[in-house]
């Protein structure tokens, strides 16, 4: 029987009011009571509490009657931002209904239409909600019709609700259980069950998040992850309510967790299936993919004795999230350290964040990059997670990098400077359209690597704000790229190298060797900084030496004494030199990024 369940999730641009309908609907469930109230209850993570977004996703019971019938409702919250669009993805696949959340003020914005179209494509029944309705500048009556143009939701189905001070939301409720369709599926079928997400207990190990498809499962039985094909007993099976809560089974139509004294993230895949072990025929449900890393950088420990604390910490971080990825590296410059993938940039900031605040590591990061694939002479392709790593200029057939069509959605007056700022990051128009009277939708093709690092601040500082960028991979394509090192007195710092196209080549090169030159500190030596593109040198500047004066105490006439000291200098400069003892301070990595504006 699912009749009296519904799944659904909430869909909705970044900052939109999610997790604070969330909570409303938690509370007007009666599923906690006032008293055990905080803000954002679903977002427990500190850093998502400071930075206010939703990492994980998390799924929650709520029970409640209508009409004499209890009813099970199971809200399945989601990501918002864009590096976490793949888990977005697996939750949408646990459910029959979206509430696709829109601010009242801001309106329709890129990601609200990102995901309502992956709604859509999960063929999810929509519910159109307009949230802040309290707010004195909230324009719904506009917001319905962009949501019109824009996603082709009727404006008559839009329900209004306030998430702050609880207007709508028992209407939003009835809603749901009146529109979103009840889960299919046979409990005697055999189990299908889809892994949608998992995380870590440090007493429980892995918990795997399940939706039922078909089935059922229950304590103690021997599960099978289809795809990863490890088998593991099921210890606890529980629902989220919205703490733990253990229960004995769980069947076609329903949410939960199971428990499997499961050591590691890295064993629970998710988006794979889970059925029993024995009973034939549970095929793999559709929709496992691996995450994919589309930022890479290196983490070196300032000091070369923190190697491993950092291994140990970024193993506690891998273990809590598995779309997170690192391996040694050894750079010349900076010694014994470990190259990270990330899903974005986002992503990254998370995870350096958490390694300096959970351990007391000293770090040095690089230059962040995306990934490239380069067809050497011989014909064979290799995948380049670093710049040091691409072959000599001779060695190169072809050079490709990733492009992403971005959808950009702006007020009309701010159309000319976005068009500009797409333009200038090598971008490919493929698309434009209003969706309201004064707001447009903006679709280029450009390379990731002109994406990843700013321009979602550059596009928010040409709108004063009001801008907002969503995008996906499209594919890999050829470019002009070339790879740019950069030398400190004549030696190649690998950890300084960037990929970039070659028309902007020495545009770059000077504008990163100058950077350098301000980030590093004189030495008692003169410092050349160069970049150089193979053996071509493409641009210099020198840090003048600090000249000590040490002949300055010694007064008279002794000219001996003079020349030993300054000989010894000298002495002293040329053992520098030779060693290459130049200090680069973490800035310094940073600075090729900069692109001399
Ligand atoms: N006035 C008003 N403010 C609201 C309402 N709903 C949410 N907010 C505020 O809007 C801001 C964002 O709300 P969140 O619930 O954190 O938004 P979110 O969509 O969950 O954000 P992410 O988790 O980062 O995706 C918070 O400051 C809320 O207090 C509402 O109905 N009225």
Redesign the pocket.
């Known amino acids: 029987m699912t009749t009296h369940i519904r799944n659904f999730c ?1 869909i ?12 409303r609907l938690l509370e007007h469930t009666g599923t906690v009571m006032n008293r055990d109230k905080k ?2 209850m679903l ?1 427990d993570l500190d850093l ?1 509490r400071q ?4 990492i994980k996703a998390r799924a929650v019971k709520m029970r409640l009657k209508r009409g004499g019938v209890e009813y099970e409702l199971n809200l399945i919250d989601t ?3 864009v590096d976490f669009q793949y888990e977005v993805s697996r939750s949408l696949a646990c459910c029959e209904g979206a509430l696709l ?1 829109v ?2 003020f801001q309106g329709v914005e890129a990601q609200t239409v990102a995901n309502a179209f992956a709604a859509m494509e999960h063929n999810l029944f929509i519910v159109p909600v307009i ?5 004195a500048m909230a324009r719904p009556e506009e917001v319905a019709e962009e949501m019109m143009n824009s996603l082709g939701t009727d404006p008559e189905d839009c329900i209004r ?5 609880g ?1 709508g939301v028992d209407a939003l409720i009835d809603t749901i259980i009146a529109k979103v369709p009840p889960p299919t599926g046979n409990p005697n079928a055999t189990l299908q069950a889809m892994v949608f997400d998992s995380n870590y207990d440090d007493y429980r190990g892995a918990i795997t998040y399940v939706r039922v498809m078909e089935g059922t499962v229950k304590k103690g039985q021997k599960i099978q992850f289809v795809r990863a094909g490890s088998v593991h007993e099921v210890v606890e099976i529980g629902q989220f309510v919205p703490q733990r809560h253990p229960c004995d089974t769980l069947s076609a139509g329903q949410v939960g967790y199971l428990i499997c004294n499961i050591k590691s993230l890295g064993d629970v895949h998710i988006g794979d299936t889970v059925t029993i072990v024995g009973d034939k025929g549970a095929p793999a449900l559709p929709g496992y993919a691996r995450p994919k890393r589309m930022v890479y950088c290196g983490l070196f420990p300032s000091d070369g004795q923190e190697f491993s604390d950092l291994r140990d910490a970024l193993e506690r971080l891998a273990v809590n999230d598995p779309s997170f990825e690192f391996e040694p590296e050894t750079s010349d410059a900076l010694g014994f350290g470990f190259r990270c993938g990330f899903l974005g940039l986002l992503h990254m900031e998370i995870i350096q964040q958490r390694l300096e605040s959970e351990s007391n590591i000293d770090l040095v990061q690089t230059a962040p990059n995306v990934t490239y694939e380069v067809v050497n002479k011989r014909g064979e392709t290799i995948i380049i997670h670093k710049p040091q790593d691409v072959p000599d200029p001779g060695d190169i057939d072809e050079f490709r990098q990733p492009i992403v069509r971005c959808n950009v959605i702006i007020p009309g007056e701010f159309i000319g400077a976005v068009m500009k700022l797409c333009q200038e990051r090598r971008g490919i128009q493929k698309n434009q359209e209003y969706l309201g009277a004064n707001r447009a939708m903006l679709t280029y093709d450009i390379p990731l690597a002109e994406v990843v690092y700013d321009l979602h601040d550059k596009i928010k500082s040409c709108t004063r704000g009001y801008g907002t960028l969503d995008y996906e991979m499209v594919g890999y394509e050829a470019a002009d790229l070339c790879r740019m090192d950069i030398m400190v007195n004549g030696v190649r710092v690998d950890a300084l190298s960037i990929v970039c196209n070659k028309a902007d080549a020495d545009r770059r090169g000077r504008a990163v060797v100058k950077k350098l030159k301000a980030e590093i500190e004189r030495h008692m030596f003169e410092v050349a900084v160069q970049a150089a593109i193979g053996s071509r040198v493409i641009a210099r500047e020198t840090v003048s030496a600090m000249r000590k004066n040490v002949t300055a105490k010694c007064y008279g006439g002794d000219i001996s004494r003079k020349r030993k000291l300054l000989q010894k200098q000298k002495e002293g400069k040329k053992r520098m030199k030779a060693v290459g003892n130049v200090e680069i301070s973490q800035k310094a990595f940073m600075a090729v990024l900069s692109d001399g504006e």
């Open positions: 909430i909705a641009h970044i900052d939109h009011g999610k997790s604070t309908l969330a909570d803000e954002q977002d998502e930075r206010g977004i939703t990501p918002g931002h959340l601010d009242a949230n802040k309705i309290d707010l609700v306030s998430a702050k001070t207007i």
